[in-house]
């Protein structure tokens, strides 16, 4: 992320041993949340400098807080607002985790060739239970790989390798598992290059008012690994969840790299682009990084 010096504010923040930090990127110093608590980043700027109660993410280049544009490039006009052409969902909020940012996911599939595999999941597995808090799936930059609860994920794997005999491509089978890493395949095929041909791709069909699903192509999860390629996405492993409140899903930082997301806590909405690539644009092409 990149913070110009004219951008320079005073937060609240707290010192931490070095060990803490262990985990960081090389140069990192440390660590902004951006939850929808009262100490994070984005809800110190509404309160100290006015700011509207908006931000926009856009992994792995910049954050900009306010009611501002953002302009990304585009084929034809060159340009333009992001913030205004992408799909919007309604967030939704949990009891158990006031500060997440949480989706109405109703259904997983994956898709190619034009048939979809839908995930046979157990009756109600995504909703958030009003009373205990659990399920729901949520957002994190923290996790870097998106996690499902182990009833999820196993729905998940089936429909994915459901989608992949369907697109009838004699050489690709399952490979022994790589941790972390479950579903993983052969590398003798063409992955990556294509985006949304060379794999299946993804959909969370959403619902309660969602403009558009949210669509992962193999750019958003496909992870190379020992000459194969996994599938990063994971089951949670015993030992407890990730985040508070005991998700169903968590949406991690490999999925959420190169898609602007807008998150707007005045409407309670989350615009989202999907992988800006398969756009012809990308969070290093915004006007933050012209010179």
């Known amino acids: 992320m990149e913070l110009r010096p004219e951008e320079s504010f005073a937060v609240v923040g707290a010192c931490a041993p070095g060990r803490l930090l262990g985990s960081l990127p090389a140069g990192a110093a440390g660590v902004a949340g951006l939850s929808r608590r009262s ?14 109660r908006k931000f926009s993410l ?8 306010g009611d501002t544009p953002v302009y990304l490039p585009t084929p034809e ?11 919007y969902t309604p967030l939704l909020t949990n009891p158990a985790n006031a ?6 996911v109703k259904g997983i599939s994956a898709s190619w060739h034009g048939a979809d595999a839908a995930a046979a999941l157990p009756r109600g597995a995504l909703d958030i239970d009003v009373l205990t808090g659990r399920g729901g799936i949520v957002l994190s930059t923290a996790t870097p790989y998106t996690v499902m609860r182990p009833d999820v994920f196993r729905a998940f794997a ?33 992955m990556l290059k294509r985006t949304g041909l060379d794999m299946p791709y993804i959909k969370l ?40 409140g005991e998700p169903a899903v968590v ?21 989202f682009s999907m992988l800006l690539s398969v756009q012809l644009s990308g969070c290093r092409s915004s006007y933050f990084f012209r010179n």
């Open 99 to 104: 500060g997440g940012y949480y989706i109405p």
């Open 158 to 190: 089936k429909a994915f390798d459901h989608a992949i005999i369907r697109g009838k491509v004699s050489f690709m089978e399952r490979v022994p598992a790589t941790k972390p890493f479950e579903l993983c395949y052969n590398g003798a095929f063409p």
């Open 251 to 271: 949406i991690g930082g490999k999925q959420l790299e190169n898609n602007l997301l807008v998150f707007d806590l005045e409407k309670q909405v989350l615009g």
């Open 205 to 244: 069909e959403l619902g309660d008012g969602a403009t558009r699903n949210w669509t992962l192509f193999n750019d958003n999860y496909m992870v190379p690994v020992d000459g194969a390629m996994c599938v990063g996405i994971l089951p949670m492993g015993p030992g407890g969840m990730p985040v508070d």
């Open 58 to 65: 856009c992994l792995p280049a910049f954050a900009t807080f």
């Open 77 to 87: 006009r060159g340009f333009i607002d992001y913030t205004t052409s992408i799909p």
């Open 39 to 52: 100490l994070s980043l984005p809800s110190q700027l509404v309160a100290q400098r006015g700011f509207g």
